[in-house]
């Protein structure tokens, strides 16, 4: 029997019409149940595509123009929109990503999950949905002799340089393109990480909303800092609202950013904001959510989720520096928060100081094994909160909870997959999934966050 040949071959031009949009932003179109993948095409869409990768159960293709426009296709503000891999979703309308992204959660749950019943609501969006990201992480290198600072483009190690991205706040655009600059003047080499040399490997910069402070951090590959004084006071002149100027060293080749040591080089070494009336202090490593107007839509809707009265006792599994836990804390009788990044708690100890909150403990070490020595303890958790990493929760986190039993898990997910894989596992052990209120904290791109409410069966 002969096999299946694909219907198409490379560098053929084909014209096909696009059903929908993968969960990494590519059109779909289907040639004979062949699919093909083509970044930039939009559901309904017609248009004439040129096939440039064939595989033996789906080819990619690039758009080549298209002939009949969805009336959900706006034109890409950014310039560089088509090179840059931040953004995928700048050519569909704010409304058409919100929709995108409600329907996202919804397929991936009743795909992977088996929840086609579950009430998932309309994404909840925002007003403005530029300018938003409070933090930025900007690689540096050299190119043709000259710095660059940009993103990567997509599915590769090359730097576009540009000036300024519209997802970004206007402050962290101003920093970057003052530290190539000085780095020009200061003779501050670029970072090359396919031969690892140079001496400037990122940018990292945080802007506090509500404070309006700035930090600044210098990711270099060594210790060594060419004319680290005239630098750091070219950035005070230049920076009225700096508070920290930092510089971290990372000396591995890897493409994890941070390095394990850090060295104030001015100023504090956190700076502060606020989500609601809660005060944080966060350093240069923490993890702080980077779209402050849509946290402060999220954790009210988990705070609505944990349905509060005043008596219960909250575990929050994967506290950070403690912003989910401080505003239950508002509500509880007593929170406990574990997370296993010894750093983000004591900066979680140090925010309920901040804001005088007695009734919340954080601890140091892996959920699935600091919650059974608690449950020994005589703590029984009458909510529990989970806010874990892409990756989502481990199995024996899962266990832990089913077996500790509380009324209610409030799960906050930035993946709809390993959400969808976890609720499956709670839904078998004890607990219905009540509704799902996906957030758009990523305007622009594809991801999606998610708060979810399960109730003990």
Same mark, same amino acid.
């Given at each position: 029997?002969?096999?299946?040949?694909?219907?198409?071959?490379?560098?053929?031009?084909?014209?096909?019409?696009?059903?929908?949009?993968?969960?990494?932003?590519?059109?779909?179109?289907?040639?004979?149940?062949?699919?093909?993948?083509?970044?930039?095409?939009?559901?309904?869409?017609?248009?004439?595509?040129?096939? $440039?990768? +064939?595989?033996?159960?789906? !080819?990619?293709?690039?758009?080549?123009?298209?002939?009949?426009? &969805?009336? %959900?296709? /706006? =034109?890409?503000?950014?310039?560089?929109?088509?090179?840059?891999?931040?953004?995928?979703?700048?050519?569909?309308?704010?409304?058409?990503?919100?929709?995108?992204?409600?329907?996202?959660?919804?397929?991936?749950?009743?795909?992977?999950?088996?929840?086609?019943?579950?009430?998932?609501?309309?994404?909840?969006?925002?007003?403005?949905?530029?300018?938003?990201?409070?933090?930025?992480? $900007?690689? +540096?290198?050299?190119?043709? !002799?000259?710095?660059?600072?940009?993103?990567?483009?997509?599915? &590769?190690? %090359?730097? /576009? =340089?540009?000036?300024?991205?519209?997802?970004?706040?206007?402050?962290?655009?101003?920093?970057?393109?003052?530290?190539?600059?000085?780095?020009?003047?200061?003779?501050?080499?670029?970072?090359?990480?396919?031969?690892?040399?140079?001496?400037?490997?990122?940018?990292?910069?945080?802007?506090?909303?509500?404070?309006?402070?700035?930090?600044?951090?210098?990711?270099?590959?060594?210790?060594?800092?060419?004319?680290?004084?005239?630098?750091?006071?070219?950035?005070?002149?230049?920076?009225?609202?700096?508070?920290?100027?930092?510089?971290?060293?990372?000396?591995?080749?890897?493409?994890?950013?941070?390095?394990?040591?850090?060295?104030?080089?001015?100023?504090?070494?956190?700076?502060?904001?606020?989500?609601?009336?809660?005060?944080?202090?966060?350093?240069?490593?923490?993890?702080?959510?980077?779209?402050?107007?849509?946290?402060?839509?999220?954790?009210?809707?988990?705070?609505?989720?944990?349905?509060?009265?005043?008596?219960?006792?909250?575990?929050?599994?994967?506290?950070?520096?403690?912003?989910?836990?401080?505003?239950?804390?508002?509500?509880?009788?007593?929170?406990?928060?574990?997370?296993?990044?010894?750093?983000?708690?004591?900066?979680?100890?140090?925010?309920?100081?901040?804001?005088?909150?007695?009734?919340?403990?954080?601890?140091?070490?892996?959920?699935?094994?600091?919650?059974?020595?608690?449950?020994?303890?005589?703590?029984?958790?009458?909510?529990?909160?989970?806010?874990?990493?892409?990756?989502?929760?481990?199995?024996?986190?899962?266990?832990?909870?089913?077996?500790?039993?509380?009324?209610?898990?409030?799960?906050?997910?930035?993946?709809?997959?390993?959400?969808?894989?976890?609720?499956?596992?709670?839904?078998?052990?004890?607990?219905?999934?009540?509704?799902?209120?996906?957030?758009?904290?990523?305007?622009?791109?594809?991801?999606?966050?998610?708060?979810?409410?399960?109730?003990?069966?």
């Amino acid at each position: 029997m002969s096999k299946q040949q694909p219907p198409v071959e490379k560098n053929e031009t084909v014209d096909v019409t696009f059903e929908d949009i993968t969960h990494d932003g590519a059109g779909v179109a289907k040639l004979g149940g062949y699919p093909l993948f083509v970044k930039g095409g939009l559901p309904g869409e017609k248009a004439e595509v040129k096939v $440039v990768q +064939v595989k033996k159960n789906y !080819g990619f293709g690039r758009l080549m123009n298209v002939m009949k426009e &969805s009336n %959900q296709r /706006v =034109d890409a503000p950014c310039p560089v929109f088509n090179r840059c891999g931040g953004c995928q979703l700048q050519h569909l309308s704010y409304e058409g990503q919100l929709e995108y992204k409600q329907k996202q959660v919804k397929e991936t749950l009743a795909r992977i999950g088996g929840l086609n019943d579950v009430a998932v609501h309309p994404t909840l969006g925002m007003d403005d949905p530029w300018r938003y990201r409070n933090k930025s992480q $900007v690689p +540096v290198g050299e190119q043709g !002799g000259n710095i660059v600072t940009g993103f990567y483009a997509e599915r &590769s190690h %090359q730097i /576009v =340089d540009i000036n300024s991205c519209i997802i970004q706040h206007e402050h962290n655009d101003k920093v970057v393109q003052l530290v190539k600059k000085l780095a020009k003047d200061y003779g501050i080499r670029g970072y090359d990480d396919r031969i690892h040399k140079g001496t400037l490997r990122h940018v990292v910069v945080r802007h506090a909303k509500h404070t309006d402070e700035l930090m600044v951090v210098l990711v270099t590959k060594g210790k060594e800092l060419p004319n680290k004084k005239n630098l750091v006071h070219a950035m005070k002149e230049e920076l009225p609202n700096v508070k920290s100027i930092i510089q971290n060293i990372n000396p591995k080749r890897t493409n994890v950013i941070f390095g394990e040591r850090s060295e104030v080089l001015w100023g504090e070494e956190v700076i502060h904001d606020y989500i609601g009336d809660i005060k944080f202090a966060i350093s240069a490593r923490s993890f702080y959510q980077v779209n402050p107007v849509q946290t402060k839509v999220l954790y009210e809707k988990a705070l609505e989720y944990a349905q509060l009265t005043g008596k219960e006792t909250v575990i929050d599994a994967y506290c950070g520096i403690g912003t989910i836990s401080l505003f239950l804390a508002e509500k509880a009788k007593h929170v406990y928060g574990v997370e296993i990044v010894p750093e983000a708690v004591s900066d979680a100890k140090r925010n309920a100081k901040l804001n005088h909150v007695t009734n919340a403990d954080f601890v140091v070490g892996e959920a699935e094994n600091v919650m059974p020595w608690w449950q020994a303890q005589g703590i029984e958790a009458d909510v529990i909160v989970v806010d874990p990493p892409r990756k989502g929760c481990d199995e024996k986190l899962l266990e832990t909870m089913a077996t500790m039993k509380p009324d209610r898990i409030v799960y906050v997910s930035c993946n709809p997959a390993t959400l969808a894989r976890d609720l499956k596992y709670l839904e078998e052990h004890g607990y219905e999934t009540k509704e799902v209120q996906p957030v758009d904290m990523f305007p622009q791109t594809t991801h999606v966050e998610c708060c979810v409410l399960l109730e003990k069966k």
